[in-house]
């Protein structure tokens, strides 16, 4: 019996300046400190169980070169948009609500908001503990961990308008930069361009 694997079909990705940038209201953080974020943390677990949390990776492009939609909070933490689900809602449910949340512009109908489109899980990630450390696997002596982390791809229109919080700054960083840049951008955003190696982009004006 012969296998045939096909490659994947191209993803269209569309040039960044297509995207019109706003200024929306602040968006203040939810925790002043990393270990207040570990409490909350602990307090939801010891409530609802486990958390699970999901990220949006977008991909445009620059003169045809992929660039990754990423937020940049104060002057040197890199993030994925995102955030945490409800204990009862679906990963593309949350995912989609976030991005509204986040990305929307104000004063602005429905219609002419972004349609986020959930295409392909890309990784998940675990926290076994109450700490800052994610795995790209849960470790052998963790029963249940604390956080579960899925990262998405997802898609926008050719053209459309992002309203991005005061507090932030919506950057259209080259893939290049994240491959081997742990030490900037942290292990998750850095494993990206290993994670979209396996898929095609098609760069359309």
Same mark, same amino acid.
């Given at each position: 019996?012969?296998?045939?694997? %096909? ?37 939801? !677990? ?15 492009? =620059? ?12 002057? =040197? ?6 955030? !945490? ?13 976030? /991005?509204?949340? /986040?990305?929307?512009?104000? +004063?602005? *109908? ?21 700490? +800052?450390?994610? !795995?790209?696997? %849960? ?18 229109? *050719? %053209?459309?308008?992002? +309203? ?24 998750? /955003? ?16």
């Amino acid at each position: 019996m012969t296998v045939v694997i %096909k490659d994947p079909e191209p993803i269209d990705i569309f040039p960044v300046d297509n995207y019109q940038i706003q200024s929306t209201s602040i968006q203040p953080e939810e925790d002043s400190s990393v270990a207040d974020r570990m409490h909350r943390l602990q307090d939801q !677990y010891e409530e609802t169980g486990m958390r699970r949390s999901v990220d949006a990776v977008i991909v445009c492009h =620059d003169h045809g070169f992929p660039c990754i939609l990423t937020l940049q909070v104060a002057n =040197d933490f890199f993030k994925l948009p995102g955030g !945490y689900l409800d204990p009862s809602e679906d990963d593309e449910t949350g995912m989609v609500r976030h /991005l509204r949340d /986040l990305l929307n512009t104000a +004063g602005k *109908p429905a219609t002419e908001q972004p349609q986020w489109e959930v295409r392909d899980l890309l990784s998940i990630w675990w926290r076994p503990n109450f700490d +800052g450390f994610f !795995y790209p696997y %849960k470790p052998a002596h963790i029963t249940i961990p604390k956080e579960r982390k899925k990262i998405f791809l997802v898609t926008v229109p *050719p %053209k459309i308008s992002i +309203g991005v919080p005061l507090n932030m700054k919506l950057l259209a960083i080259p893939i290049h930069e994240f491959y081997d840049n742990t030490q900037r951008y942290g292990p998750q /955003l850095s494993a990206i361009p290993h994670l979209l190696s396996r898929l095609t982009f098609s760069a359309k004006d």
